[in-house]
């Protein structure tokens, strides 16, 4: 099956700065890649997707790269806000039925 | 509003008596799953349903029943619970199954199980 590897674990950035969270998947089948954000006590939620027929994709402060090549994907966090402060999880399917999530970054934006 | 309920929210059993989290979503949604969340090891996928009485072995099925018999709800069973299920379990749904395109997942609030 599938393997996603998320790093790094923790990431600590000051207000205002930008966070990269990192993940790389070992089946070349997958095909959709969504980023989820999950806040204290809560089930998690999505926040941006990316399928491999694109490269990038932005919603206003969020990013996301793929490279299919290389077999990785990236979260891109700009201007960051105390209120971005969240575990983030990336994911990866093929089927878009079985899904596959990293391990987590807990992100911590210090004011 | 559209939502994910699960119940119950927090459960402590002993091993071996039977149990049922259930899960029930309000937004017509096809595509339904349920998920456990360990320390270190992210979210892992246990059961999956594509539709009404279609469902499939997700990464780690064993120990774990379920049944789709009505679009709304997707109950987890456990049948003879073990320490090592002890888990933060999330059931999450999405309008589509497949790729449809419409695969975002909307979770619910999790059910914080102990088996002692």
């Known amino acids: 099956g599938e393997n996603v590897e998320q790093h790094p674990s923790t990431l600590s950035v000051q207000e205002g700065d930008s966070a990269v969270i990192k993940c790389t998947y070992s089946?070349?089948?997958?095909?959709?890649f969504p980023w989820y954000k999950q806040e204290l006590g809560k089930g998690p939620q999505l926040i941006i997707d990316?399928?491999?027929?694109?490269g990038e994709k932005k919603d206003q402060r969020i990013a996301v790269t793929l490279n299919k090549t290389a077999k990785h994907f990236s979260l891109h966090i700009t201007e960051t806000q105390p209120e971005d402060s969240a575990v983030y999880f990336c994911a990866a399917s093929s089927t878009g039925n079985q899904f596959y999530f990293g391990t987590g970054t807990s992100l911590t934006v210090i004011p | 509003e559209a939502q994910v309920t699960q119940n119950p929210r927090y459960l402590i059993t002993v091993t071996g008596k039977k149990l049922t989290v259930t899960c029930s979503q309000n937004?017509?949604?096809?595509?339904m799953s349920w998920y456990r969340q360990d320390p270190g090891l992210g979210l892992r996928q246990i059961y999956y349903s594509m539709n009404v009485e279609v469902t499939d072995k997700g990464d780690v099925p064993e120990g774990y029943k379920v049944s789709r018999k009505e679009k709304r709800n997707f109950p987890l069973i456990l049948e003879s619970p073990s320490p090592n299920q002890t888990s933060l379990y999330f059931c999450?749904?999405?309008?589509?199954?497949?790729?449809?395109?419409?695969?975002?997942?909307?979770f619910g609030p999790g059910t914080r199980l102990t088996v002692l």
């Open positions: 937004m017509n949604h096809e595509y």
């Open positions: 089946d070349s089948a997958s095909n959709y």
């Open positions: 999450a749904s999405s309008p589509r199954s497949g790729t449809s395109g419409y695969n975002e997942q909307f």
């Open positions: 990316i399928r491999s027929n694109v």
